[in-house]
């Protein structure tokens, strides 16, 4: 009987990374050359789900330890999310997941416009974080009036080519005023 445990042991050790890594792997790159979204959102939808369960065992590691048979509970509800016949990964994005994201989504994309967008990426996080407060605080209207002045000002403050040529070689030494310090 030793070697029926043994041998169930080792298939478990070798399905694991199969059914959660090697065939979602696989199926994701097919999925990104078909031209169906049905599969990609399968496929994307078990990959969040997948770094979810990954985050929480790293999280809760000792608690999972005291579950009896977590391994083969966690390799069975992959299984459900991976093979086609269940589409388990779209089931879920579809019953939880798609709704709230809609919420978050539709109000955040109402917080910011496009050019905010573009702002917002090029600053530092704690910039960002700032710039938030005061949309929260002032709103978006106030903000856009701000990215305008601010672009007036950048317009006014430009100096001409020649002119910057002649700021930058002044202070590295070695322009047309070099002879003057």
Known sequence: MGWFWTTVVRLHTFGG?????????YASVKAIESPSKEDDQQWLAYWILYSFVALLELAAAPL??????????KLACACWLVLPPFHGA?????????GELLKHQSRLDQ???ER????????????RVSVEHYIEDYGTEAFDKLI??????????????AKEKQNRY???GGGPDYDSY
């Open 64 to 73: 999972f330890a005291w579950i009896p048979l977590w391994s083969t509970i």
């Open 17 to 25: 990374p199969v059914v959660t890594l090697l065939y979602p792997l």
């Open 90 to 98: 779209a089931f879920l994005y579809e019953r939880f997941v798609r």
């Open 116 to 127: 905010q967008r573009r702002v917002l990426q090029l600053m530092s996080p704690e910039a």
């Open 111 to 113: 917080k910011f416009n």
């Open 170 to 172: 002044a202070y590295v």
């Open 148 to 161: 305008m002045v601010a672009a007036q000002q950048a317009q006014k403050n430009r100096l001409s080519p």
